[in-house]
């Protein structure tokens, strides 16, 4: 029997809001980083054909100028999509306990909040569209398009 070579995937797209405000710091060495967590919900229709939802909280964690945008654009309630991968780590508690944690490693992140951008002749917030994609520029995405991963549907829903 031929050996056969599990691909090498690792890849995660998850929309959802953020539960609180991203927590933004430097590195020792200045690299910025913000860590956040988002409620992504998912409804269905339980055996008596009721509509339920089920939320799953995913820790979000993302660096350099992509962690700069998070800081000046997100906040408690925001919605973002992240495009990203699965990490683990593991670190020592206070009490001596090992704790470890699974969140994804944000490669983009489309923000998908309107934003308030003037006040009009009254004195009230215009909303227009937020351009509001922001990617990890120390990842070169030449050999790697996000696209590929969409349905044409969600390609439109990127588009809009």
Avoid at 79 to 98: F, I, P, Y
Avoid at 118 to 145: K, L
Wanted: proline letters at 2%; aromatic letters at 8%.
């Amino acid at each position: 029997m031929a050996d056969l070579k599990m691909p090498e995937i690792n890849y995660v797209i998850v929309a959802g809001n953020l539960t609180k405000d991203p927590i933004f710091r430097e590195t020792t060495n200045g690299t910025p980083v913000v860590n956040f967590s988002i409620a992504s919900n998912r409804k269905f229709k339980d055996s008596n054909n009721q509509w339920q939802e089920d939320v799953c909280y995913v820790g979000v964690v993302a660096w350099n100028k992509l962690a700069e945008s998070c800081r000046e654009r997100l906040k408690k309630g925001s919605a973002v999509l992240v495009d990203g991968e699965l990490q683990s780590r593991s670190w020592k508690s206070d009490e001596g306990h090992t704790r470890s944690i699974v969140e994804i490693k944000a490669r983009r992140i489309q923000f998908l909040n309107k934003r308030l951008i003037n006040s009009d002749s009254n004195g009230n917030g215009v909303e227009d569209e937020d351009p509001g994609f922001a990617v990890d520029d120390s990842i070169d995405y030449t050999e790697d398009s996000f696209d590929k991963f969409l349905s044409d549907e969600e390609s439109n829903l990127m588009k809009q």
